[in-house]
């Protein structure tokens, strides 16, 4: 078994089903946080991606969900279960007998979280698709790169933005509705559905005018000339935001810009030109000489890192934002608690046998 937690989660048990993507996210968060979590997966599957890190902190019981004396097992691991997460298409778990109507019936107080793409219901909800496919209709693709053509921005904004997180703030609010109450229920996370509430402040821009359909036009889009990236002379790119007047103005005397950017910026029809002047400017000098005149000021800008240079970055080693663990460098259990102190978990190299899981449950 894993070692034991001290999260603000530490007693909680979840039954996971593996998966893909969002729905070992969403476990990793409950499993970082302290909860007992086991993973049920079918014997010998080979993970489509690998998960050394996303199956972190809780062991695997491999058990075939078609077998009913080892399907029986896995209702009686789950009636000792506080919560549920499975990410299959809808009607998947209640073809093998493990949905929410049974497994509720046997423990009343279990919260079932059910990851999906599409949600449990609506005309798309049984047929296939991806993080591209679920923020395309949200709004948010159309959104994101530039004014040609939109950019998938990875599988962030979906999968774990919309999807994973959601999921996790659901199953936690319906963890105290069970706690106080003693009846759990399905919490429906579909990552359209996260993916749209994700895109609130957009549309809070939109409502008010502010907010162009066109790709790179508006503020927080690429289309400011004071919040996007800048190539320099060394190749590398830096990334500034100095959005409000007083970090312009530093900004703007850093690199030599003339004081009628002040006037220029506040009219979007000469954001193109003045990201042009600034580009001529940022292009004179490397990335290095740059940071070091500005990284340290108010004037927002920072370097632009890959993954491997992030984690060597002074800030992120001094806030331990990267931790060591099974000889990976990886992401750090967040957010912070004072009291409760997370812990990223080595993920166990054996597979429990699922007759052990059960009765370390039932005992």
Same mark, same amino acid.
């Given at each position: 078994?894993?070692? %034991?937690a001290?999260?603000p989660?530490?007693?909680?048990r979840?039954?996971e089903? *593996?998966?893909?993507?969002?729905?070992?996210?969403?476990?990793m968060q409950f499993a970082?946080m302290g909860?007992d979590?086991i993973?049920?997966a079918r014997p010998?599957?080979?993970?489509k &991606?690998p /998960?050394?890190?996303?199956?972190?902190?809780?062991p695997?019981?491999?058990?075939d969900l078609?077998?009913?004396v080892?399907?029986?097992?896995?209702?009686?691991?789950?009636?000792?279960?506080d919560? +549920?997460i $499975?990410?299959?298409?809808?009607a998947?778990?209640e073809r093998?007998?493990?949905?929410?109507d049974?497994? @509720? $019936?046997r =423990?009343?107080?279990l919260v079932?979280?059910?990851?999906?793409?599409?949600?449990?219901t609506?005309p798309l909800?049984?047929?296939?698709g991806h993080?591209i =496919?679920y923020?395309? &209709?949200?709004g948010?693709?159309?959104?994101i790169?530039?004014?040609?053509?939109?950019?998938p921005p990875l599988n962030? *904004?979906g999968?774990?933005g919309?999807?994973a997180m959601?999921?996790?703030?659901?199953?936690l609010a319906? +963890?105290?509705s069970?706690?106080?109450?003693?009846?759990?229920q399905?919490?429906?996370a579909a990552?359209? /559905?996260g993916?749209?509430?994700?895109?609130?402040m957009?549309?809070?821009l939109?409502?008010?005018g502010?907010w162009?359909?066109?790709r790179?036009? =508006?503020?927080l889009?690429?289309?400011?000339?004071?919040?996007?990236?800048?190539e320099?002379a060394?190749?590398?790119h830096i990334?500034?935001g %100095?959005?409000?007047?007083?970090?312009f103005? @530093?900004?703007?005397?850093? &690199?030599? +810009?003339?004081?009628t950017a002040h006037?220029?910026?506040a009219?979007r029809? =000469?954001?193109?030109? @003045?990201?042009d002047?600034?580009a001529?400017?940022i292009i004179r000098?490397p990335?290095s000489?740059w +940071?070091a @005149?500005?990284?340290h000021? /108010?004037?927002c800008?920072s370097?632009?890192?890959?993954?491997?240079?992030a984690a060597?970055?002074?800030h992120? &080693?001094?806030?331990?934002?990267?931790?060591?663990?099974n000889?990976l460098?990886?992401?750090a259990?967040?957010p912070?608690?004072s009291g409760?102190p997370?812990?990223?978990?080595?993920r166990?190299?054996? *597979?429990l046998p699922?007759a052990?899981a059960?009765?370390a449950?039932s005992g």
């Amino acid at each position: 078994m894993t070692k %034991p937690a001290t999260g603000p989660l530490a007693g909680l048990r979840v039954v996971e089903f *593996v998966g893909l993507g969002p729905a070992p996210f969403a476990a990793m968060q409950f499993a970082d946080m302290g909860a007992d979590v086991i993973r049920i997966a079918r014997p010998e599957a080979t993970p489509k &991606i690998p /998960d050394p890190i996303s199956g972190r902190g809780r062991p695997t019981v491999e058990a075939d969900l078609k077998d009913p004396v080892q399907a029986e097992m896995v209702r009686t691991l789950c009636d000792s279960a506080d919560a +549920l997460i $499975e990410g299959f298409r809808p009607a998947v778990m209640e073809r093998l007998g493990l949905g929410p109507d049974v497994l @509720l $019936e046997r =423990n009343p107080r279990l919260v079932y979280g059910r990851m999906t793409g599409w949600g449990q219901t609506g005309p798309l909800a049984t047929h296939a698709g991806h993080d591209i =496919n679920y923020i395309a &209709i949200s709004g948010a693709l159309a959104a994101i790169g530039p004014a040609g053509h939109p950019v998938p921005p990875l599988n962030l *904004v979906g999968d774990f933005g919309g999807g994973a997180m959601f999921l996790v703030s659901g199953m936690l609010a319906a +963890l105290l509705s069970a706690q106080r109450t003693g009846t759990g229920q399905v919490v429906d996370a579909a990552i359209c /559905d996260g993916t749209v509430q994700l895109m609130t402040m957009a549309y809070d821009l939109a409502s008010a005018g502010q907010w162009q359909p066109q790709r790179a036009a =508006n503020l927080l889009d690429g289309g400011a000339p004071y919040y996007c990236t800048y190539e320099c002379a060394d190749g590398r790119h830096i990334a500034i935001g %100095p959005i409000e007047p007083q970090f312009f103005e @530093l900004f703007r005397q850093a &690199i030599g +810009l003339d004081d009628t950017a002040h006037a220029l910026r506040a009219d979007r029809r =000469n954001w193109p030109a @003045l990201k042009d002047e600034i580009a001529a400017l940022i292009i004179r000098r490397p990335s290095s000489e740059w +940071l070091a @005149l500005l990284e340290h000021s /108010d004037a927002c800008v920072s370097p632009v890192l890959d993954l491997h240079e992030a984690a060597q970055h002074p800030h992120l &080693i001094a806030r331990k934002s990267f931790v060591q663990l099974n000889g990976l460098t990886q992401p750090a259990p967040t957010p912070r608690f004072s009291g409760t102190p997370t812990e990223a978990r080595a993920r166990p190299r054996e *597979v429990l046998p699922l007759a052990e899981a059960v009765r370390a449950w039932s005992g």
